[in-house]
């Protein structure tokens, strides 16, 4: 999908259709995901996409989430807690700020990775990167009255 197209959807997914989004589409995300093998995920065809495996904060059981990422060219990739622009912080960033280890299926493969969470000053400076593969991106935060947390995934 071009910028275009993906400028269309990431403004769709900023509206009030949000809440029905997030109860809909992640649960159809992961699904697809185990009946495919991971070969496929709903995200796909508009951005790169990962499922990360994480370790409940609380629990200590492993969770999934698909997640779009945006893979850099020193080999890392961001991932970033919108949660659709809702209020609270996604579970998954809670997961891996008490358990930076994590797993992600990226590509067919599945590669352990740590989780450091960008300070402030790097989160400034990953916005402009992220805004222009997704864009209005950093409009989340108007919605959801908080700081977005932004992660960058390094292989272990």
Known sequence: MNRDGRARVAAFTRTPARHLLKVVITPMDRALFRITGGRLKMSAPAMPSLMLFTTGAKSGIRRESPLICFPQHDGTWFIVGSNFGLEQHPAWTANLIANPAAEIHYRRELIPVT???????????????????????????????RAIRVFRLTRA
Do not use: C, S
């Open 115 to 145: 989780a450091r969470l960008l300070d402030e000053t790097e989160t400034e400076a990953a916005w402009p990167v992220l805004e222009e593969a997704w864009p209005g991106y950093r409009d989340y935060e108007k919605t959801a009255l």
